[in-house]
């Protein structure tokens, strides 16, 4: 296809202001193109597929260079400037110029300018390539030569959607949506296989070709490949108590305070296969957004290497830690997650280690469509590096999973894991299949309280073991006119050295014991979090708070000035 026709198509589709029509526009197009595969990323403005982290690493400036170079020796880039800041998009600048006769390195490499030739969607992705290649001494003036070359050639229509195209600022209103329903109408297949098709391939160039030379069986064949990344399942917020309704029980994991990593890896072998003897392996480590961070990540890549014996795509999370293992907060983790220089120096100064809660892919098996208990189990033999007779404790790199239907446990759990240091619980639905890219109900990121309630602290527990003698698992109430009513206890977000100062804090104030049990004469208030107020006979208000936190101690308001009923029910009711 003739890169004016592209432009064509594309200013008749930015100028559409019907989604139905815009839809048609590009089914034509991808119909039309003999570059499907190409086109199909043009238009949504994307020069490499979803998954590649190659970028064109050329900023606006050069790109101002080029169009001043290929519009006339009276332009500078200055001028074309200027002119956005005028005018205020880049296309629009670019197609105000008249391009064609400029004489220079660049008109006659890379773009192979000064020919006469019209030039098409194919010439321009190859020497987009080229140009991201570029990489050295001279490396951005080789840039500007490749992209002068092109708008060269170029009409005013074309010189437009080039500009865009480089800056990634298509912005005709085409996204990802359009293009996966443009594909199944356009080449009559279905829309959920070629919605599958992308999930395990992520390149909507690749799924429209293979729809329209191979379709529904082409689709239909096509799996995930380590060393391609996909997109990463993602979780909305949400509440134990939802959970528990929609399921029958709750996976539950730690939520970790680092950085989203998928993990590929290809062990070495005797054989690739072919005959060609020995193969090496390979190890990459994408991030959330699938950049590669390999380089940046040694630890990950030595724990893969030391750990599988299979080939594998593993979902996790990278997390700081100090010398006794102990998480670090996720800023430390940025200060490793995309360094590209001095890595060993970096790596003595921030650890990191690799904790995985999902399996993909596993020895050639793809397993998106497994269950989450299935894919953990799965997990969990691909990091056993002994046949058998380990607990899950004793699987290095594997996050635990919790299988319950009890609000108990549950708040058990996630006081565990605020002690360790993380951020808190994931819930999870144990018979989801797993979907790149969807922020769907089946994960949860247990939902931040909202909401905060000054509690008067009416009594307390005495720890166990190695917490015995601090006071703990503290009693709430809240004022009822002159009297206080019990709101629940608050065991959760409180770590062995705050626990340590609430003692001596409260222990002045003890009225009664009997056995581990205290009662307080009130004195003390707590700013407490919760995730939502019920009805409950158990406590006097007749209310309970439902996953109480701990915010902090409230020494600047006496236990008149706590909350009250009142404020409770107004609450309960919202």
Same mark, same amino acid.
């Given at each position: 296809?003739?890169?004016?026709?592209?432009?064509?198509?594309?200013?008749?589709?930015?100028?559409?202001?019907?989604?139905?029509?815009?839809?048609?526009?590009?089914?034509?197009?991808?119909?039309?193109?003999?570059?499907?595969?190409?086109?199909?990323?043009?238009?949504?403005?994307?020069?490499?597929?979803?998954?590649?982290?190659?970028?064109?690493?050329?900023?606006?400036?050069?790109?101002?260079?080029?169009?001043?170079?290929?519009?006339?020796?009276?332009?500078?880039?200055?001028?074309?400037?200027?002119?956005?800041?005028?005018?205020?998009?880049?296309?629009?600048?670019?197609?105000?110029?008249?391009?064609?006769?400029?004489?220079?390195?660049?008109?006659?490499?890379?773009?192979?300018?000064?020919?006469?030739?019209?030039?098409?969607?194919?010439?321009?992705?190859?020497?987009?390539?080229?140009?991201?290649?570029?990489?050295?001494?001279?490396?951005?003036?080789?840039?500007?030569?490749?992209?002068?070359?092109?708008?060269?050639?170029?009409?005013?229509?074309?010189?437009?959607?080039?500009?865009?195209?480089?800056?990634?600022?298509?912005?005709?209103?085409?996204?990802?949506?359009?293009?996966?329903?443009?594909?199944?109408?356009?080449?009559?297949?279905?829309?959920?296989?070629?919605?599958?098709?992308?999930?395990?391939?992520?390149?909507?160039?690749?799924?429209? %070709?293979?729809?329209?030379?191979?379709?529904?069986?082409?689709?239909?064949?096509?799996?995930?490949?380590?060393?391609?990344?996909?997109?990463?399942?993602?979780?909305?917020?949400?509440?134990?108590?939802?959970?528990?309704?929609?399921?029958?029980?709750?996976?539950?994991?730690?939520?970790?305070?680092?950085?989203?990593?998928?993990?590929?890896?290809?062990?070495?072998?005797?054989?690739?296969?072919?005959?060609?003897?020995?193969?090496?392996?390979?190890?990459?480590?994408?991030?959330?957004?699938?950049?590669?961070?390999?380089?940046?990540?040694?630890?990950?890549?030595?724990?893969?290497?030391?750990?599988?014996?299979?080939?594998?795509?593993?979902?996790?999370?990278?997390?700081?830690?100090?010398?006794?293992?102990?998480?670090?907060?996720?800023?430390?983790?940025?200060?490793?997650?995309?360094?590209?220089?001095?890595?060993?120096?970096?790596?003595?100064?921030?650890?990191?280690?690799?904790?995985?809660?999902?399996?993909?892919?596993?020895?050639?098996?793809?397993?998106?469509?497994?269950?989450?208990?299935?894919?953990?189990?799965?997990?969990?033999?691909?990091?056993?590096?002994?046949?058998?007779?380990?607990?899950?404790?004793?699987?290095?790199?594997?996050?635990?999973?919790?299988?319950?239907?009890?609000?108990?446990?549950?708040?058990?759990?996630?006081?565990?894991?605020?002690?360790?240091?993380?951020?808190?619980?994931?819930?999870?639905?144990?018979?989801?299949?797993?979907?790149?890219?969807?922020?769907?109900?089946?994960?949860?990121?247990?939902?931040?309280?909202?909401?905060?309630?000054?509690?008067?602290?009416?009594?307390?527990?005495?720890?166990?073991?190695?917490?015995?003698?601090?006071?703990?698992?503290?009693?709430?109430?809240? %004022?009822?006119?002159?009297?206080?009513?019990?709101?629940?206890?608050?065991?959760?977000?409180?770590?062995?050295?705050?626990?340590?100062?609430?003692?001596?804090?409260?222990?002045?104030?003890?009225?009664?014991?009997?056995?581990?049990?205290?009662?307080?004469?009130?004195?003390?208030?707590?700013?407490?979090?919760?995730?939502?107020?019920?009805?409950?006979?158990?406590?006097?208000?007749?209310?309970?708070?439902?996953?109480?936190?701990?915010?902090?101690?409230?020494?600047?308001?006496?236990?008149?000035?706590?909350?009250?009923?009142?404020?409770?029910?107004?609450?309960?009711?919202?």
């Amino acid at each position: 296809m003739e890169f004016a026709t592209f432009a064509d198509r594309a200013g008749t589709i930015e100028a559409e202001p019907a989604d139905l029509e815009i839809v048609a526009h590009v089914r034509d197009l991808l119909a039309d193109a003999d570059d499907v595969e190409i086109v199909a990323r043009f238009v949504q403005g994307r020069v490499f597929p979803a998954w590649d982290s190659t970028t064109l690493d050329i900023g606006p400036s050069a790109c101002y260079e080029a169009i001043a170079r290929a519009a006339g020796t009276n332009v500078s880039a200055d001028d074309v400037e200027d002119r956005l800041a005028d005018v205020g998009e880049i296309g629009d600048v670019a197609a105000s110029y008249e391009f064609g006769g400029q004489q220079g390195l660049g008109a006659f490499t890379g773009g192979g300018g000064g020919t006469g030739d019209d030039l098409t969607v194919r010439e321009v992705a190859e020497t987009l390539d080229d140009l991201a290649a570029a990489e050295g001494a001279g490396s951005q003036d080789r840039k500007v030569d490749l992209l002068f070359g092109l708008f060269n050639r170029c009409s005013s229509e074309e010189a437009r959607y080039l500009a865009r195209l480089v800056l990634s600022e298509m912005r005709i209103g085409v996204g990802e949506g359009t293009v996966r329903d443009v594909v199944a109408e356009a080449f009559d297949v279905p829309q959920d296989r070629v919605e599958r098709a992308l999930q395990v391939s992520n390149d909507y160039g690749l799924v429209a %070709r293979v729809a329209r030379d191979e379709g529904l069986e082409g689709l239909d064949a096509m799996d995930l490949e380590v060393g391609r990344p996909v997109q990463a399942m993602l979780a909305q917020a949400g509440t134990v108590t939802d959970a528990l309704e929609e399921w029958e029980r709750a996976a539950v994991e730690w939520k970790y305070d680092g950085a989203r990593i998928q993990l590929h890896h290809r062990p070495a072998s005797d054989d690739d296969g072919n005959g060609d003897g020995e193969s090496a392996g390979e190890t990459r480590v994408f991030s959330r957004n699938m950049e590669d961070v390999t380089d940046a990540l040694p630890e990950v890549v030595e724990y893969a290497e030391e750990t599988l014996d299979v080939p594998a795509i593993l979902d996790g999370e990278v997390v700081a830690i100090d010398d006794d293992g102990s998480p670090l907060p996720f800023q430390e983790v940025l200060k490793r997650f995309r360094r590209k220089h001095d890595v060993e120096k970096a790596r003595e100064d921030v650890s990191v280690r690799p904790v995985f809660f999902d399996c993909l892919h596993a020895d050639g098996t793809d397993l998106l469509e497994e269950p989450l208990t299935a894919r953990h189990d799965r997990l969990r033999s691909v990091l056993s590096t002994e046949s058998g007779g380990e607990s899950d404790e004793d699987v290095e790199g594997l996050s635990l999973l919790w299988l319950t239907d009890d609000p108990e446990e549950i708040e058990s759990v996630d006081a565990d894991a605020l002690e360790s240091g993380h951020e808190g619980i994931m819930l999870k639905d144990p018979d989801s299949a797993y979907s790149p890219g969807r922020r769907g109900k089946h994960w949860r990121k247990r939902k931040p309280d909202v909401e905060t309630l000054d509690c008067v602290v009416t009594g307390a527990e005495w720890g166990e073991g190695r917490r015995a003698t601090f006071l703990g698992t503290f009693e709430l109430s809240v %004022r009822d006119g002159d009297d206080l009513e019990t709101v629940g206890k608050v065991a959760t977000g409180i770590t062995d050295e705050k626990l340590a100062e609430l003692t001596e804090l409260l222990e002045p104030h003890i009225a009664a014991e009997e056995g581990q049990d205290v009662d307080l004469e009130p004195a003390v208030v707590f700013e407490v979090g919760y995730e939502e107020i019920q009805r409950s006979p158990t406590y006097s208000s007749g209310y309970a708070l439902r996953f109480p936190r701990f915010s902090g101690v409230r020494s600047d308001k006496d236990p008149e000035d706590a909350d009250t009923l009142e404020r409770l029910e107004r609450l309960q009711g919202q």
